[in-house]
């Protein structure tokens, strides 16, 4: 069973920084695509940033590009979201998700950790 655990999210103010975190098992972490998506009040849950499981492909959506940071901590089979210059639009729940490469979908999820930033 695939289990994500988020960690760091936090109150801040625009133009701050966060990093989020999320831990998983070495199975997963060596065998999945990671991604975060964050969702809104009032909108869809939206892909934020994802990294292949060798860390060698990365991709960002265009909101987030040069100031977001996504890696891979492979002693702490970690996936984590660095995420500078925070806007107020940048408030949401932000979920760490893996992907079933067979499926072809992001069937794994976290349970999501609160990040606001106040203007």
């Known amino acids: 069973q695939v289990q994500l655990v988020e960690s760091g999210g936090g109150l801040v103010q625009a133009g701050g920084s966060l990093r989020l975190s999320c831990a998983t098992s070495?199975?997963?972490?060596?065998?999945?695509?990671m991604g975060w998506f964050r969702q809104a009040p009032g909108r869809e849950r939206e892909w934020v940033a994802s990294?292949?499981?060798?860390?060698?492909?990365?991709y960002y959506e265009d909101s987030v590009k040069g100031r977001f940071t996504i890696s891979r901590d492979v002693a702490k089979n970690t996936v984590s979201l660095q995420m500078n210059s925070l806007k107020p639009d940048d408030t949401a729940v932000y979920y760490c998700?893996?992907?079933?490469?067979?499926?072809?979908?992001?069937?794994?999820w976290g349970q999501g950790t609160q990040v606001t930033v106040s203007s």
């Open positions: 998700a893996a992907h079933d490469s067979e499926r072809d979908s992001w069937d794994y």
């Open positions: 070495k199975a997963t972490f060596s065998s999945h695509a």
């Open positions: 990294i292949n499981w060798s860390g060698g492909s990365i």
